[in-house]
């Protein structure tokens, strides 16, 4: 087998199609993503505004902007999990964000993304909730200190 690295490709036409219509991509929105474009449009959905969203999640504001300044800027997946939460997503939505971000989202593995997995599959959105559950089961917690 050749030693090639493997590119990914920021095509939205690897995405399979069962999924890009879960995320209401259509032939006429196909296009290169961005994580941060694209968290704007699910905050949009919602009626979110910025200050709500990173003060929800905890993030500082220098962040949320270096984040929408700089396409290179990259937040710790804790943060693209608890966004996920905040803004409602569903499960495909969460799995292409946590993507974007470069992180892989993988409830089979990991025992976080399995209880947010969960949770978002069940419509579990309350932060206290879903903190709890983390807790539970001695994982750290994604809203507040164990």
Not at 101 to 107: E, L, N, S, T, V
């Amino acid at each position: 087998m050749d030693n090639m690295p493997l590119e990914m490709s920021n095509s939205s036409s690897d995405i399979p199609s069962e999924i890009l219509a879960l995320l209401g991509m259509t032939e006429d929105t196909r296009r290169n993503r961005e994580f941060f474009a694209e968290l704007l449009r699910f905050a949009d959905r919602v009626g979110m505004t910025d200050s709500q969203i990173y003060n929800a999640i905890g993030l500082s504001r220098s962040l949320w902007y270096r984040m929408r300044d700089h396409k290179d800027a990259r937040t710790k997946k804790t943060n693209v999990l608890k966004l996920a939460i905040v803004l409602r997503l569903s499960f495909w939505e969460a799995f292409y964000l946590v993507a974007l971000a470069g992180y892989a989202f993988m409830p089979g593995l990991d025992d976080t993304d399995k209880t947010v997995a969960a949770c978002l599959l069940n419509g579990v959105y309350d932060p206290d909730t879903i903190d709890g559950m983390l807790a539970s089961n001695n994982l750290e917690t994604l809203f507040s200190e164990k």
